[in-house]
């Protein structure tokens, strides 16, 4: 059964599935849904027919469709036991599952395309006041999320194996200096 990943290159969510893949071995159909040329392929009825959402990544595995990219890794790592990306043990597991959610939930979502592009066509926000709101609330997780991790004898840089690594991205990276 074949592996198609409908996604985007300099999306974060993209990333994370990409570096799943890659770091599991599996070869897989790279299938471009370009975020912004023609108002955006996420918004065409046939994509959304595969995500509702309108988000990339989306997987096709045979017939079977799956969006949200935390969702995929644990799909992949279920149906791909090698190179595991989440451990086993309840504790460990459930720390990986925060911290990513962290990513996912609590930061990510502050700058997708949508939110900004919304930002500017019903209030009429410029580009620096669509960066100070963004900076607010990327700055503030990304803090939260240093705490979480320094707590747990870790650090971002270096050595830091597992899912949540996977979701952090240079976008949110530029944010903050020591990542
Ligand atoms: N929680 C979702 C987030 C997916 C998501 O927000 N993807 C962004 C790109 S990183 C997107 O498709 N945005 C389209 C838009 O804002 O119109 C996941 O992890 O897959």
Redesign the pocket.
């Known amino acids: 059964m074949t592996l198609k990943l409908f996604n ?1 290159f300099r ?4 990333y ?1 599935v990409r570096i799943a893949l890659h770091w599991k071995n599996l070869s897989f159909e790279y299938i471009p849904v370009h ?1 912004t040329k023609a108002g ?1 392929e ?1 918004h065409s009825a046939e994509y959304r027919r595969l995500n509702p959402m ?4 989306a997987l096709v595995h045979g017939e079977y469709v799956l ?4 969702a995929i890794i644990e799909y992949l790592d279920r149906v791909f036991p090698e190179r595991p990306l989440l451990p086993n043990d309840p504790a460990a597991r459930g720390r990986v599952i925060q911290i990513s959610e962290i990513i ?1 939930s609590g930061i ?2 502050y700058q ?3 939110v900004l592009q919304d930002f500017e066509k019903t209030y009429g926000w410029d580009v620096t006041q669509r960066e100070d709101w963004v900076r607010k609330w990327v700055t503030a997780g990304l803090a939260s999320l240093e705490k979480v991790v320094e707590k747990n004898g870790g650090h971002i840089r270096g050595g830091w194996r597992g899912d949540s690594r996977r979701c952090l991205h240079r976008s949110t990276a530029v944010q903050h200096p020591k990542i």
């Open positions: 985007y999306s974060s969510a993209s994370r975020l955006g996420q309108g988000h990339v990544p969006a949200e990219s935390l996912n990510q979502p997708n395309l949508k």
